[in-house]
């Protein structure tokens, strides 16, 4: 299991901003594929919103990757 901390300097990040912003995704339609086939969780739900406001406290998984939003 791969885990990244993440800092964000504003208020959130969308979920599919921050996919591209670490690397997981190449695209904005990478970011939106991957989210709307229910691969992505939000703190252990999955989230199918590209547009969800990623706050710091958050965690993001994918896979094997763990991002965790401070």
């Known amino acids: 299991m ?3 901390i993440i800092n964000i300097e504003t208020e959130y990040i969308k979920l599919g ?3 591209k ?3 997981i995704s190449e695209s904005g339609g990478h970011s ?3 989210i709307s ?3 992505v969780k939000v ?5 199918i ?3 969800k406001k990623i706050r710091a406290g958050d965690k ?8 965790e939003i401070t």
Do not use: S
């Open 37 to 39: 086939e229910g691969f």
């Open 21 to 23: 912003f670490a690397g």
């Open 43 to 47: 703190n252990g739900e999955i989230c």
């Open 32 to 34: 939106k594929e991957i």
């Open 17 to 19: 901003d921050l996919l």
């Open 60 to 67: 993001v998984e994918l896979d094997d990757i763990v991002l």
């Open 2 to 4: 791969q885990k990244d």
């Open 49 to 51: 919103m590209r547009g």
